[in-house]
């Protein structure tokens, strides 16, 4: 079975450069990756709400060819989440988050329960895909919001149940990055060129 047009042997080629840039990711910076692009967090996150593992995902994009990226968010030592400008632009996610955005609030039923990890989250005026990472006091959650990379701690009352299938077939649109030829020296990031 061929991904994106991709033939099974290009996909093996792919997957087995994948997990070979992993393996040396994790060893150059397994002390610095954040814990929000851990790929068992990621993993996790991702097959549990689309099915698919991070693997999965950049199989399904055409991730080594060259790509113009828009940062939506920074983390540390120069990780950082990017999306495909292309693909963030394409009319698919347009209608997703036009679909996400306009609903009548009387269709929008608060999360009642915690069990199910994915909802959508209100953050600025604006209803967006999310995983609820932790539950916190006095009615406040730490969501992960799939498509832009990002964290925050909102009300309960800013998660809605989404049951649109149509919500959740894109996979998410946030990609992990880190920039190579980083040092990092009391503090300060340097950057090497070669």
Same mark, same amino acid.
């Given at each position: 079975m061929?991904?994106?047009?991709?033939?099974?042997?290009?996909i093996?080629?792919?997957?087995?450069?994948?997990?070979?840039?992993e393996?040396?990711?994790?060893?150059?910076?397994?002390?610095?990756?954040?814990?929000?692009?851990?790929?068992?967090?990621?993993?996790?996150?991702?097959?549990e709400?689309?099915?698919?593992?991070?693997?999965d995902?950049?199989?399904?994009?055409?991730?080594?060819?060259?790509?113009? %990226?828009?940062?939506?968010?920074?983390?540390?030592?120069?990780?950082?989440?990017?999306?495909?400008?292309?693909?963030?632009?394409?009319?698919?996610?347009?209608?997703?988050?036009?679909l996400?955005?306009?609903?009548?609030?009387?269709?929008?039923?608060?999360?009642?329960?915690?069990?199910?990890?994915?909802?959508?989250?209100?953050?600025?005026?604006?209803?967006?895909?999310?995983?609820?990472?932790?539950?916190?006091?006095?009615?406040?959650?730490?969501?992960?919001?799939?498509?832009?990379?990002?964290?925050?701690?909102?009300?309960?009352?800013?998660?809605?149940?989404?049951?649109?299938?149509?919500?959740w077939?894109?996979?998410?649109?946030?990609?992990?990055?880190?920039?190579?030829?980083?040092?990092? %020296?009391?503090?300060? %990031?340097?950057?090497?060129?070669?």
């Amino acid at each position: 079975m061929a991904i994106s047009g991709f033939t099974d042997e290009e996909i093996r080629e792919r997957s087995e450069k994948l997990k070979s840039l992993e393996m040396v990711s994790n060893e150059l910076y397994l002390d610095l990756i954040p814990d929000d692009m851990k790929t068992e967090k990621l993993n996790k996150i991702y097959f549990e709400v689309f099915g698919m593992e991070t693997m999965d995902i950049y199989l399904s994009r055409d991730i080594f060819s060259t790509k113009s %990226i828009l940062v939506s968010d920074f983390s540390s030592n120069g990780f950082f989440w990017a999306q495909d400008e292309e693909e963030g632009m394409s009319n698919k996610f347009r209608e997703l988050f036009d679909l996400l955005n306009h609903k009548d609030e009387n269709e929008l039923k608060p999360l009642a329960d915690f069990k199910i990890k994915w909802c959508i989250a209100e953050y600025c005026g604006e209803w967006f895909r999310a995983y609820i990472d932790k539950i916190l006091d006095n009615d406040k959650i730490q969501v992960f919001f799939f498509d832009y990379g990002t964290t925050a701690i909102i009300d309960h009352s800013c998660t809605r149940l989404e049951n649109n299938d149509k919500v959740w077939e894109l996979p998410p649109l946030a990609v992990p990055f880190v920039i190579k030829g980083i040092q990092i %020296i009391q503090k300060k %990031i340097f950057f090497l060129f070669s």
